[in-house]
């Protein structure tokens, strides 16, 4: 276990906030596919081929791709949190 100032002060700041982030995060895709969800679901495929691109997986192989669409899907929601 962590002793002293900081380390108590980073899990007394860490709890005070514990989801916050993620509720925002929520907030704001739910409010850029109510605005145009065919825009978001473009900047979702493009993100999403994007990785796929970058990992060298093949979106011509159906295996291949459906799997690694969820890391892909991961990535694109990181993405997005940091835009």
């Known amino acids: ?3 002293g100032w900081a380390p ?14 993620g509720r925002e995060f929520i907030h704001r895709i739910v409010r850029a596919i109510g605005k145009d969800p065919f825009k978001f679901k473009a900047r979702l495929d493009r993100r999403i081929h994007q990785f796929c691109k970058q990992a060298g997986i093949s979106v011509d192989d159906a295996y291949e791709f459906r799997y690694a669409r969820l890391f892909a899907l991961a990535y694109a929601a990181g993405t997005f949190a940091i835009d």
């Open 1 to 3: 276990m962590l002793d």
């Open 8 to 21: 108590n002060c980073l899990r007394t700041s860490g709890v005070a906030s514990y989801g916050t982030a």
